[in-house]
């Protein structure tokens, strides 16, 4: 059975993702990654092999200071050329908020849309 790629965010520190990507077995390049926000891709997204562990790289990329305002800021990351949200994080700054909310709201707009994105993709390739 295959196993499927997966990442998994370990930490956000100085302004810094990094999480662990585990890739299909026996993959030995590294994933091409991307970090976006409101739908614009972020600067580099660095993958490092992980020693001892096949088909396993630590990835790390800086959360641009320009991006943070007061309120909520969702980011995401991608597979590049690719739809699905590999893992997600919001950073909420300003008043507190009693409970988070409104980062579940800003997820699932994203995810919205990039769902109308693909399904209008997927509409134009099945018409034309």
Known sequence: MLQ??????KRIVNGIYEGVYS????????????LKFLG????????????????TWLIRCKIPAETLSDGIQTFLI??????TVLDS????????LADDLR???????????????AFRRHCVETIG
């Open 78 to 83: 991608y597979k590049m050329g690719e739809d």
């Open 4 to 9: 499927s790629s997966k990442l998994v965010r």
């Open 23 to 34: 890739g299909k077995k026996g993959a030995t390049s590294a994933p091409l990654l991307e």
């Open 89 to 96: 994080f919001s950073i909420v700054m300003g008043d507190p």
């Open 40 to 55: 614009e891709a972020l600067g580099e997204v660095f993958a490092d092999p992980i020693e001892g562990k096949e088909s």
């Open 103 to 117: 980062a579940e709201i800003s997820l699932l707009r994203e995810e919205l849309d990039m769902l109308k994105r």
